[in-house]
């Protein structure tokens, strides 16, 4: 197993991305990936998808998470050679 990457929810990509930038020295990719079918926007750090900001360009369901627990880690997700394996395990 290894982390394939990791979702970050921030109010404001924009702002997340100089914190980000200024206080760990990472370099935010300039562009945003827009997922309509989730509602969010995506912009990678490092110019790699190993962790991603998201912010919520629709009301559901990430804004119902922003509501309830505020920005910070969304999820990490773990790659896998056999899911089938990985869930019996």
């Known amino acids: 197993m290894k982390i394939d990457h990791k979702w970050i929810a921030v109010k404001s990509i924009a702002e997340a991305a100089q ?6 020295g990472l370099t935010v990719a300039g562009y945003d990936q827009v997922m309509k079918q989730l509602g969010v926007r995506l912009r990678c ?3 790699r998808k190993y962790i991603e900001l998201l912010e919520s360009s629709s009301r559901i ?5 922003m509501s309830r ?3 910070g ?8 050679d056999n899911i ?6």
Do not use: D, M, T, W
């Open 19 to 24: 914190v980000y930038e200024q206080a760990l």
């Open 45 to 47: 750090l490092n110019r």
């Open 61 to 65: 369901p990430y804004e119902k998470f």
């Open 69 to 71: 627990r505020g920005e």
């Open 73 to 80: 880690l969304h999820h990490i997700a773990v790659r896998v």
């Open 84 to 89: 089938e394996e990985a869930l019996e395990r």
